[in-house]
């Protein structure tokens, strides 16, 4: 009875392709949608953490002014100097480095070519700080830095967009009214967290920057690097009670620099990601759901219409259930093939958007068993009742039935 | 009270109506379509139920086939009360025993002859190759080779009517209902109907119940039984030249 009735079900199926295709297409566009967004949003959530993990863990960042921000308060704050991170690292225990720094926007030329890059001046433990991995070359040593010498290393973009394909290792580059040589070359980090083309840079030491570019003692950003295990609320607090006392702010007065922590950053941004993440989800279910509205529809609509054929079956000596079952059969069938299809559509749309957008594809079963169950649960229940109505019905009633 | 069956004969009865009433609806608005049917018909029996509209002929039919209930009376099939059977059990006294042809066709459509022809096989859990070969065979007796593969929309008013009839006699049922086989034919095709009914009431023995408001149709029956009112007329035509 099984056998025949899947025989029957797929018979009813093919004999009436438009309308499976009209109640499939709402679950496949609900399903795809969902998942792929879902699948879009965790890509995202990933990507925004990778780049966290690339700018590098463990770091506070110091800077001048109030907050950080757009529209950042620093009138009246004034810069920090090699010494205050000198005393950061002679005072403080339980850091790894601490990187000076200060950025300047220069355009760098070499031969005919020029691009609008940033200068950062620091010293060579930035490196490491900032995870910053060597393609070739070296960094600069530290007679350089204390000597500043015209020494720089370039990022991936600046390579690319002065050098093309030559090696620019040991070649020079001019920078305003000096010329540098180039000694490192930067491994490709990518787009930041913000946007941001994090291997359009050039680094130089701190010195060089002040005295050629700068023309001031001036230091705009401290990057403290913890060792592991190192509680950053407590060095925090260290950093900013030894920062209050060197800039001698008083008591009753607020900061005027701020101490930034990139697991903070890290935990806002994938909060904000996730949210995102949730927001197109929920967006997608909406679409999922006016899907199953579709299928619901249809479903009432053609068990009406073939309230006659259930009179007929009934009429020829079939039971009521049997009638039932051939009607929930086509109703799992249809909807379970729409979830596939759904989720094999999404599987493509996400991978290959993953790729526009540059987020990583990341499969995640619980959505896709969830939306598939959804659909099925739709067209099963949507196929279901009225069928049973149908089949309720006394032969003679449903045969009269136009 | 007249007799509504061959007391004469000494066959022995498939179907036996006694005191049958039918009231659809309630109160003020009911409507008695019977009003104390009583009928027998006997195994391999041809019988034409005729009568005017609303005279409860088609009432009659569907309580016969299965499809409704009488309000009171007693239906014996083959000796089994049929008044007392479940839903399911009369669904599978109609899957085994009864054939059906309605005036109105009642093919699936968008569905070839075949496929509807082997659908009361489908139901009965035969094997495929016994369904094509036994809906190839019944399409053939109702002289339908080569149309197999046709949908009921390809097919004219008296074709379909004989795949209706393929799909009522292709379980070889022991009854055959034809409410107004012919209702929506015109007279040569009717004559084709009929003929093909009285072959198959003839040769394969198959008991045959038909409505009919054609007098020249219910002349291919053996017996009629006339309606009026919803009971049963007194003249019994029993038809003795064969």
Request: glycine letters at 8%; proline letters at 3%.
């Amino acid at each position: 009875m099984v056998w025949s009735t899947i025989v029957l079900a797929v018979r009813a199926i093919c004999r009436n392709l438009m309308r499976a295709f009209l109640t499939i297409l709402g679950i496949v566009i609900g399903v795809s949608a969902v998942v792929s967004m879902v699948t879009l949003g965790n890509g995202a959530t990933r990507a925004v953490s990778d780049q966290i993990a690339r700018l590098g863990s463990n770091l506070l960042m110091v800077n001048p002014g109030q907050r950080l921000g757009p529209g950042r308060d620093t009138a009246g704050a004034p810069n920090f100097k090699v010494a205050d991170a000198t005393a950061i690292e002679t005072q403080i225990s339980g850091l790894k480095a601490v990187a000076p720094s200060v950025s300047k926007s220069i355009t760098a030329v070499h031969m005919a070519n020029n691009w609008s890059t940033s200068v950062t001046g620091t010293n060579a433990a930035y490196f490491q700080i900032s995870n910053w991995q060597l393609a070739a070359g070296r960094v600069f040593n530290e007679t350089e830095e204390k000597a500043g010498k015209a020494v720089c290393v370039i990022g991936d973009t600046v390579r690319r967009e002065l050098y093309g394909r030559q090696n620019p290792v040991g070649d020079k580059l001019r920078i305003k009214q000096f010329s540098c040589e180039v000694v490192g070359l930067l491994q490709a980090k990518g787009q930041g967290s913000m946007g941001m083309d994090q291997d359009n840079t050039v680094i130089m030491p701190l010195r060089t920057v002040q005295r050629r570019l700068a023309g001031n003692q001036d230091v705009s950003t401290l990057l403290v690097s913890l060792q592991d295990g190192v509680s950053s609320d407590k060095v925090k607090n260290q950093i900013e009670q030894l920062m209050r006392e060197r800039r001698r702010i008083a008591e009753n007065e607020d900061d005027n620099f701020n101490v930034l922590d990139t697991r903070q950053i890290a935990e806002t941004l994938s909060g904000t990601t996730r949210v995102m993440t949730m927001l197109l989800g929920a967006v997608a279910a909406v679409s999922l759901l006016v899907g199953g509205i579709g299928i619901m529809n249809i479903m009432l609509v053609s068990v009406t219409e073939r309230t006659r054929e259930i009179g007929i079956r009934l009429a020829i000596g079939a039971l009521e259930r049997e009638v039932l079952f051939q009607f929930l059969v086509e109703a799992v069938v249809l909807s379970a093939f729409g979830g596939f299809v759904g989720i094999v559509l999404a599987t493509l749309a996400s991978v290959g958007l993953a790729r526009v957008i540059q987020v990583p594809y990341l499969f995640n079963p619980q959505i896709n068993v969830l939306a598939f169950l959804f659909s099925a649960a739709i067209g099963v229940i949507f196929g279901y009742f009225p069928a049973r109505r149908a089949a309720q019905l006394d032969p003679i009633e449903a045969l009269r039935h136009e | 009270m007249c007799a509504s069956h061959p007391n004469d004969r000494c066959a022995a009865p498939l179907i036996e109506l006694t005191g049958i009433t039918k009231t659809y609806g309630r109160g003020a608005s009911a409507f008695q379509a019977l009003r104390g049917v009583d009928l027998r018909v006997d195994e391999g029996e041809f019988v034409a139920i005729m009568g005017p509209s609303g005279s409860g002929k088609s009432t009659v039919m569907n309580i016969l086939g299965c499809l409704d209930v009488p309000t009171s009376g007693t239906y014996e099939f083959r000796g089994v009360h049929v008044e007392t059977l479940s839903r399911n059990q009369r669904a599978l006294l109609r899957r085994h025993y009864l054939g059906f042809v309605f005036q109105s066709y009642n093919l699936l459509s968008r569905t070839s002859a075949l496929e509807n022809v082997e659908l009361p096989l489908l139901y009965r859990g035969e094997g495929a190759s016994t369904r094509h070969t036994a809906a190839r065979a019944a399409l053939a007796s109702v002289d339908l080779q080569g149309w197999e593969g046709h949908t009921a929309a390809e097919l004219s008013g008296g074709q379909e009517q004989r795949v209706a009839i393929a799909r009522a006699i292709v379980t070889q049922p022991t009854l055959l209902l034809a409410d107004e086989p012919t209702g929506n034919l015109d007279t040569q095709r009717s004559r084709e109907i009929m003929e093909l009914l009285t072959a198959l009431n003839r040769n394969q023995g198959i008991s045959v119940v038909m409505v009919t408001h054609d007098p020249d149709m219910a002349a291919f029956a053996r017996r009629t039984v006339h309606f009026v009112d919803g009971r049963i007329e007194c003249a019994d035509h029993r038809r003795e030249a064969e």
